[in-house]
C-alpha cells in the first residue's frame, strides 16, 4: 500500500468505522490520513489491526523494503 488513505479504500471501509473502532473522531482519523508520520503507535497499530495490514505495509518508508 502507498498510504493509508490507499489501504482504507482498497478494503471499502469509511473513515468514520475506523474511527470508531479505533476510538478518536471522524475529524481526527481523517487528520491521521493526511499525516501519517504523526500517528501515535498505539492507534497505527490498531488501525491496521483493523483493516488486515500490518505496520510494514502502511508506514514503512516505501523505499526502506
Not at 11 to 22: L, P
Not at 37 to 47: H, L, P, S, T, V
Amino acid at each position: 500500500m502507498e498510504t493509508l488513505r490507499e489501504a482504507r479504500r482498497a478494503k471499502r471501509i469509511t473513515g468514520k468505522e475506523v474511527a470508531e473502532h479505533i476510538g478518536v473522531s471522524e475529524r481526527m482519523y481523517y487528520y491521521y490520513e493526511s499525516h501519517q508520520d504523526g500517528i501515535k503507535i498505539d492507534k497505527a497499530k490498531a488501525i491496521c489491526d483493523f483493516l488486515g495490514y500490518t505496520l510494514d505495509e502502511i508506514f514503512l518508508p516505501k523505499n526502506v523494503k
